[in-house]
């Protein structure tokens, strides 16, 4: 891929024309303005273009285009309490190539609700069973990741939803019984609206992209080999 001679960036219009959607999420509203969401939606595009250009640098991704990251803007409102038509965010999500990487890039664009996020927002039993069984074996390997500086300047801690007991199979009085609650993995970066309005804005999308790659390498070989660390 050639690299854009101009940095795409979020324009403000973007953000103004989700907090007007807000106000008016409903269907005749946004088919009088689907030149504008057409418009602002390019943007995003561009950004998500250029971000999935930074990622292949570093990383193999499996997403061929920015424009096939963006989430639909509809809402799916069958099984959902919200039963506004619109989503008032715009995201998208860049999915790692081949079974050996494991893991996804996404990030949700909202004033006042911004951030970059990656890691394993649902996995599969066989795949969460895994995973426990490795911290249970050895849970340093994580330890040292969610204790390195740039981990923590970044992202902090370790975020997903928990059990509030001991997983099934698993030793309550185990040294890594913190880990061993987890039924997710993620890592979020929130920003400023001011920070995703800078033209700096896609460097530090994808360096917060970047920063994730120790954790993602990490999990990857756990979830392609076995306790004794042959591929499956």
Known sequence: MTKSIHTPFIPKSSLDFLNLLKKNNDRDWFNNHKEQFIKEQHFIELF???????LNTHD????PSGKKSLHRIYRDTRFSKEKTPYKTNWSGSFR???KYRRGGYYFHIEQGNSFIAGGFWGPSPEDL???REDFEFDDQPMRNILKDKTFKSTFGTLQGEQLKTTPKGFDSESS??????YKQFLVIRKFTDKEVLSHTFLKEAHQTFKN???FFDYMSEVLTTDINGIEI
């Not at 193999?60 to 997403?63: H, K, S």
């Not at 890594?176 to 609650?181: E, H, P, S, T």
Request: proline share 4%; charged share 35%.
């Open 212 to 214: 994730m790659r120790p």
């Open 129 to 131: 069973k895994r995973i």
């Open 96 to 98: 790692r190539a081949t």
């Open 60 to 63: 193999v991704i499996e997403t």
């Open 48 to 54: 998500a273009n250029a971000l999935l250009e930074e």
């Open 176 to 181: 890594a019984i913190d880990l061993l609650r």
